[in-house]
């Protein structure tokens, strides 16, 4: 069983900083790409960030240059840092993770619980 557990989070005030990481668990044999998404009430989950597991990166226009994403292989987490925020930042924030649970399996993809993050004006 693999499990994403998310922390961090929170209240900031707009242009303050913020950050959140995830850790994977459980039963795990590799870690492709690891990644950001967010959700705000009535609209779909959109990508924030994303980082594959030799370390490179895309964003999302809207979050370039103010965020940053990153991630421990070691300790199987990935990170969000994020600055200059914005109140339309404010969403739940969702990790995911293309892991492969054992060398019979192929890769699956694997969803936190979710963190909101609000973003007051």
Known sequence: QVQLVESGGGL????GSLSVSCA????IFIINDMGW????PGKQRELVASITSIGST?????VKGRFTISRDNGKNTVYLQMNSLKPE????YYCTARI??????????????GTQVTVSS
């Open 12 to 15: 900031v005030q707009a242009g």
């Open 24 to 27: 994977a668990s459980g039963s």
């Open 37 to 40: 998404y967010r959700q705000t």
């Open 58 to 62: 895309n964003y999302a226009a809207s």
């Open 89 to 92: 930042d404010t969403a739940v």
């Open 100 to 113: 492969r649970p054992n060398h019979n399996n192929w890769y699956q993809a694997y969803w936190g619980q």
